[in-house]
Every structure is written in C-alpha cells, then in structure tokens.
C-alpha cells in the first residue's frame, strides 16, 4: 500500500521522466537540425530511455493500486550553443533527477513502504549510470573542442547507440 505522500512523490517522477524525454527529443532535433545524426540518435536513444522509465513507473503504481495521475509538460529549449551544451545540460537535469529519486526512496522507508523503496533501487542505480554517461561524454567533447576530426568520429561513434527495451518493461502491456 502507497501513502498519499508517495503517491505524490511517483506523480511528480513521472511529470518529471516525461519532461526529460521531452528535453532530450528536443536536442535530438536539434542535433538533426544541424547535421549531426549521432547526437541525434544518441539523444534519441535516451528519449526512449525516458518514457521507459515513466511506464516503468506508471505499472508499477498500477500494480499497488496508486492512482497514476498526469500534469502539464512544461515547455523545454529547443536550441543549444553546442553539443557540449547538450551534455552538459543533460548531466545537470539528470543531477536534479537523482534528488527527487532519493527524496521518493527516503519517504517510501520511513513510512515502511518497502516495495517503493525497493523499486527505486533500480531507479537510483539507473541514475549514477545516466549521470556517468554525459560525464564521459562531457569529457570526450572537451578534449576533442578543436578537433573537426575527432569531433566527426564521436558522432559516428554516437550513431551506433541502440535503444534496448528494460527488463524492468512489460513489453505486453505496450505493444500489441
Ligand atoms: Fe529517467
């Protein structure tokens, strides 16, 4: 059984994963735009990734009878400077992400609501990979700024990323 507080709490988080999946198909059109396909897909890739997460989220209050309640998407950029930018951006929206994934966990134990807590495990283990991601690719931006070359190989590289379904997804429940 949910509490009304953490019900709150997983509403807000699912606000919260489908803005990221908005802001990250944002600068995937953005990436399109200006030629560059592997950020594109890359971004497109963890757009995926995002609305995964909100089904996650969203059975898994089905599954505890938590009424799953939808709020506005507020809007998000539609242009950045560069696609460090980008990264950058990214890593600080997945920082605040990580808060509001610790706050759920901290509530859901002190009201023993251990299947919560439990199922925000894979939530925060998510977190420190999506956050080691941008970092990586913030540092691999950095070093290749005035390098054409290695800036045209990284997009490749980018181009390669593919979305996989999570184990965590009842594939049935989405596709039919
Ligand atoms: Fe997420």
Redesign the pocket.
């Known amino acids: 059984m949910i509490g009304k507080q953490v019900t709150n709490l997983l509403n807000k988080q699912i606000n919260?994963?489908i803005w990221?999946?908005y802001l990250y198909l944002s600068m995937s059109l953005d990436a399109t735009f200006k030629n560059l396909n592997g950020v594109a897909n890359w971004f497109r890739v963890q757009w995926q990734?995002?609305l995964?997460?909100?089904k996650i989220l969203q059975e898994y209050m089905n599954s505890q009878d938590a009424k799953v309640e939808l709020q506005p998407i507020k809007e998000v950029p539609n242009t950045w400077a560069s696609v460090l930018e980008m990264f950058k951006d990214a890593l600080e929206h997945?920082m605040e992400?990580t808060c509001r994934i610790h706050e759920i966990a901290m509530l859901a134990q002190k009201e023993y609501d251990y299947a919560t807590f439990s199922r925000m495990q894979w939530?925060i283990d998510?977190?420190v990979e999506?956050e080691q991601l941008c970092k990586d690719l913030i540092h691999l931006y950095k070093m290749s700024s005035d390098n054409h070359a290695l800036q045209y190989q990284l997009d490749k590289d980018l181009a390669k990323r593919k979305y996989k379904m999570s184990e965590h997804l009842h594939a049935e429940h989405w596709i039919s």
Do not use: K
């Open positions: 919260a994963e990221s999946a990734e995002e995964e997460h909100a997945e992400v939530f998510e977190q999506e």
